[in-house]
């Protein structure tokens, strides 16, 4: 809280897919908390710092998006929105949605 009692923190979800949960101790849904303003980096920052396993296969070495990883913020997806400079508002769903091959 600041000097006025205003939260400068933002809770966002992040819903997880069956195939990634094993990367956060089992969790379908992560309940965040980031600091306003917030980006989808910050998110994953954030994400990192709890869950490093599940980061790993969301983000690459260079920090960007896998491009085998699409990541919806509020039912858009990112890359076509402002990627991971996206903006998060209080109570934003992230959903992380891993391409599945298969033939």
């Not at 009692?5 to 094993?22: A, D, F």
């Not at 309940?31 to 296969?57: F, G, I, K, N, Y």
């Not at 990541?71 to 903006?87: C, H, I, K, M, N």
């Amino acid at each position: 809280m600041n000097e006025v009692g205003v939260s400068t923190q933002k809770r966002v979800t992040v819903l997880v897919p069956s195939m990634l949960r094993g990367d956060c101790d089992g969790a379908s849904r992560i309940d965040l908390d980031v600091d306003q303003p917030a980006t989808l980096s910050d998110l994953l920052a954030a994400l990192a710092d709890r869950h490093p396993r599940l980061e790993r296969r969301v983000r690459d070495e260079q920090g960007g998006l896998r491009r085998y990883v699409n990541v919806y913020v509020d039912g858009e997806e990112s890359r076509r929105r402002d990627g991971l400079a996206t903006p998060l508002r209080d109570g934003s769903e992230v959903h992380i949605v891993p391409s599945v091959a298969g033939g």
